[in-house]
């Protein structure tokens, strides 16, 4: 017999947030953020091709596309060997555009691109070019759980720097100090249960008082596993859930059902 549907979130101590598709519209992702990169990387990488701080991230990518065609990646753009003083600066560039536009198409969730991509949106979001949304719904209920006392904290693919940026920088203002903390996959993928094991660990709770907001129902049952309390997020433009998954779990469009 299939599983009763629980109706309403039990108790819970602390949020575990899930960002693209939850917090913010995916379209702020795909259509604002994504293009950001594919538009910027070129010149970006030509005038910050000197900072060290550059090359520990394009380091990662060029790490990355070894495993990768290591692995049998064959379509995957190959990065030139970025330490090669006899490859020109231009050569290199043009690679690396290559690998994070194809990676891009993809929708990676790697660690070396998102790690870039974060990098990179800092002067998007400094410059005032980027904004992030982030639903109306999802600012209520920062403040209402801020007021009472239940720390929220982010678990998303984008780097942590990047969630921080996109919390500091929303269009309605500066929202980290709604934030008790932010974990990316660091921590591990987020269709692995041992991450969720590893986030309530770090925040001190046990994973049957932690709630955990995502779209991802993959997301869903990996902490679910865990024994975290879970609701799926659907928000317009979110990829379609089946219907024994909607059946399965606790749904909702609005974080007011949370409160
Ligand atoms: C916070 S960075 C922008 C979002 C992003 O790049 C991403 O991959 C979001 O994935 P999520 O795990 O939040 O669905
Ligand atoms: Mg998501």
Redesign the pocket.
């Known amino acids: 017999m299939a599983p009763t549907p629980v109706s309403y979130p039990k108790p819970y101590e602390a949020v575990v947030l ?5 917090t913010t519209p995916i379209t702020f ?1 795909h259509q604002v ?1 994504f293009p950001y990169i594919l538009e910027h990387a070129q010149f970006f990488l030509e005038t910050h091709w000197d900072d060290s701080t550059c090359q520990n991230y394009l380091a990662g990518l060029a790490k990355q596309n070894t495993e990768d065609i290591q692995q049998g990646l064959t379509d995957i753009p190959t990065i030139v060997n970025l330490t090669d003083p006899a490859i020109p600066k231009a050569k290199k560039i043009k690679t690396v555009v290559a690998n994070i536009r194809y990676q891009m198409q993809q929708d990676r ?1 790697i660690k070396a691109l ?1 790690d870039f ?2 990098y990179m949106w800092k002067d998007g979001y400094y410059s005032g070019d980027l904004k992030a949304t982030v639903y109306e719904d999802v600012i209520d209920a920062l403040r209402t759980w801020h007021e009472r006392g239940v720390p929220v904290y982010i678990y ?4 942590v720097p ?2 921080k940026l ?1 919390f500091g920088y929303s269009d309605h203002g500066d929202l980290t100090h709604y934030l008790h903390g932010y974990y990316d996959t660091s921590v591990g993928s ?1 269709l692995a249960p041992e991450s969720y094991q590893v986030i309530a660990g770090n925040i001190g709770r046990e994973p049957a008082n932690v709630l955990f907001v ?3 129902p993959k997301e869903i049952q990996a902490a679910e596993a865990t024994g975290m309390q879970v609701v799926i997020s659907l928000r317009p433009g979110n990829a379609l859930i089946a219907d024994d998954v909607l059946q399965r779990y606790l749904t909702i469009t609005s974080f007011a059902s949370l409160l």
Request: proline content about 0%; aromatic content about 0%; charged content about 25%.
């Open positions: 899930d960002i693209e598709g939850t992702v953020l969730k998102k991509q974060g998303s693919s984008g780097s990047a969630q996109l987020k995502s779209d991802n």
